[in-house]
């Protein structure tokens, strides 16, 4: 008989263990595990553990109103874009294949960690071919000593770049120089007479390349 359930959660039989929150999809007509690439076939995630293949368990549709927990595959930062990774879990790293799942509301410290983030649309496999990165990096002693600082920007090559240095919270425009001297590397060194790479330096950066 055909049914529909106009809630937020519906329940289907695990075809195996499966952990409490992660990110789950049909095989076979049973839930498995959702992997980095099976954004587009996500049917929802976990809201109670499968412990072995027959268990009948609750999935939490994506049309459900609210945040959700998730599961990290690694470090996550407060207010990262999250995607989905292998295994279940999300990733702040921007994969090829992989799909936009949301926002992380709560840093995880490590993988397996549990979190919480806010559901966003990403119906749309990232593409290799065309990547953007973003993030924040702050200069240290060792970096000034060396008179320069490099970002690892997770790209394996970069093909363009913007970056912003702030000085106690002023934008410094100088002779710096700006390169990428290997891959997936930003670099910033001293100018020729002016600039130097300061202790303390913010480097608000953004760049695009492969993965």
Same mark, same amino acid.
Request: with cysteine.
């Given at each position: ?6 809630? &937020?959660?519906? /329940?289907? +039989?695990? @075809? #195996?263990? *499966?952990?409490?929150? $992660?990110?789950? !999809? =049909? ?44 599961? &990290?595959?690694? /470090?996550? +930062?407060? @207010? #990262?874009? *999250?995607?989905?990774? $292998?295994?279940? !879990? =999300? ?47 702050? /200069?240290?002693?060792?970096? #000034? ?67």
């Amino acid at each position: 008989m055909t049914q529909m359930v106009s809630g &937020a959660k519906k /329940a289907f +039989t695990a @075809g #195996a263990a *499966i952990p409490l929150h $992660a990110r789950v !999809k =049909l095989t076979a007509g049973k839930l498995a595990l959702a992997g980095l690439a099976d954004g587009g076939a996500e049917l929802g995630v976990m809201d109670a553990e499968a412990f072995a293949d027959g268990d009948y368990c609750a999935v939490i549709l994506p049309n459900a109103p609210g945040t959700r927990i998730g599961i &990290a595959a690694a /470090a996550i +930062t407060l @207010g #990262a874009l *999250i995607y989905s990774a $292998a295994d279940g !879990k =999300l990733s702040s790293t921007a994969a090829a294949g992989s799909y936009l799942r949301g926002v992380a509301v709560q840093a995880a410290g490590a993988n397996n960690d549990w979190f919480e983030y806010a559901p966003l649309a990403g119906g749309v496999a990232i593409d290799s071919s065309s990547v953007v990165r973003a993030g924040i990096a702050t /200069a240290g002693a060792g970096e #000034a000593t060396a008179n320069l600082m490099d970002i690892t920007t997770g790209l394996a090559a970069i093909t363009g770049w913007q970056i912003q240095i702030l000085r106690s919270g002023v934008p410094v425009i100088l002779d710096q120089v700006l390169s990428s001297p290997s891959a997936g590397v930003l670099r910033v060194a001293d100018g020729a007479s002016t600039f130097q790479v300061t202790n303390g330096d913010k480097y608000n950066w953004i760049a695009y390349g492969t993965l």
